[in-house]
């Protein structure tokens, strides 16, 4: 079926080593790599694409509550009038954990719902960190939901793993009141700003080459990174998608401060829908307003704007009609809950496109692989069909 147009739609902390060993034991674990500062091999040179942003709009929501009714998500709407739209993407319907990874691994993903156990196939992040030569600090993901989410940073295939892994921040674990708290007692954390960068820089440059130099500027990049986003008040957010909120929100000063070549961000309060069909469509709400601080963010910087690439995509949806307690459950087979939508913005991407050809959850992975030059050699998916301009 052919594209069609697309109607447009108006819609650091410095007082000493105790304060830094606390950070890295917050941090640390093996669950987050320090931004690594070698220079990556470029992406594809036939493409302007060199970095891409991917939203798991998770939790279930469905496409009627969204896209489907005029005004309720105005920055998707403007992303979708700018971008791709696709209609009907077809869900791994596997619990909010597997299918939530399935977007990322290509791979429907059979994971029980409490399971926390890293899946067998390859991540999108494993794949173009390990084709394209990158070093960690270039792929990274923003979570919602506790220890449960580091999974997907990584799988366990023996040709891929945690060397090859996304650095992971739960937003909602580590920007909290108590941890912002704890690290006010060692000294309050602010932003470094004018002569004092300026020297902050040329002390790192001091170092001089070497490996012993790129860890210690990565660890202070790190360490103003976690304090910023403090000072930032990022741990103060509040309202019924704070943990969803606080992801987008590191997301998006990942992006802006470090640049990353991938960046992935996992929501999931929409389920909140079981017990309340309201206080979901206000978890969708709010959850776009802070993806547009996101995008804006980007378009609002010459060279993101130019460089950057958006998918965006729930895991699965939810029921036609609702349960006995006004909510929305997961399990009547619908298309309601078996289909979503999709969009796709970036500067290689049509503009104002309609496709209403099935594709997939799972058709995201090899799509991002292929934007930048990577390949995706254990997903099930393909490339996303009428995509590039």
Known sequence: ?????????????????????????????????????????????????RRVVVVAFAGGVRSRDTLGAEGSVPFL???????VLYTRVRTANLGHFGA??????GVAEPRGIRENARGPSPTLFEYV?????????????ATSGGTQQTNFSHGVHPDYGARY?????????????????????????????????????????????GEGAGAAEAAAQLEEYVLGELARGTADIRGANAADAKALRVARNLVAIFRPTLTGVVLQQADVA??????????????????????NAVRADPELAATTAFVV???????????????????????DLNYVSAVCWGPDFRSGTI???????????????????AQARHTRGRRLPRLYA
Request: glycine share 12%; proline share 6%.
């Open 100 to 105: 939530s990874l399935s977007i990322l691994t």
């Open 77 to 83: 709407e403007e992303m979708a009038s700018e971008g």
């Open 1 to 49: 079926m052919e594209a069609e147009p697309h109607p447009t739609r108006n819609p650091s902390a410095r007082r000493g080593l105790d304060r830094r060993a606390l950070l890295s034991a917050a941090v640390g674990g093996g669950a987050l790599a320090l931004p690594g500062l070698a220079r990556p091999r470029p992406a594809r040179a036939d493409r302007a694409t």
């Open 355 to 373: 496709v209403r050809e099935e594709v997939g959850v799972v058709d995201v992975c090899p799509t991002v692989c292929d934007l930048l030059g």
């Open 129 to 141: 960190r390990k084709d394209l030569g990158l070093p960690p600090g270039e792929a990274w993901i």
């Open 165 to 209: 892994g996304a650095n992971t921040l739960d937003g909602d674990g580590l920007f909290n009141a108590e941890f912002r708290d704890m690290i006010a007692s060692y000294g309050r954390p602010r932003s470094v700003e004018g002569r004092e960068r300026e020297l902050l820089a040329q002390m790192r440059a001091s170092l001089g080459g």
């Open 274 to 295: 079981h017990g309340s069909f309201n206080a979901y469509l206000e978890v969708v709400r709010r959850n776009d307003a802070a993806l547009g601080e996101l995008w």
């Open 313 to 335: 995509v729930p895991e699965f949806g939810r029921d036609a009609d609702l349960n006995a307690r006004r909510g929305l459950d997961h399990g009547d087979g619908s298309d």
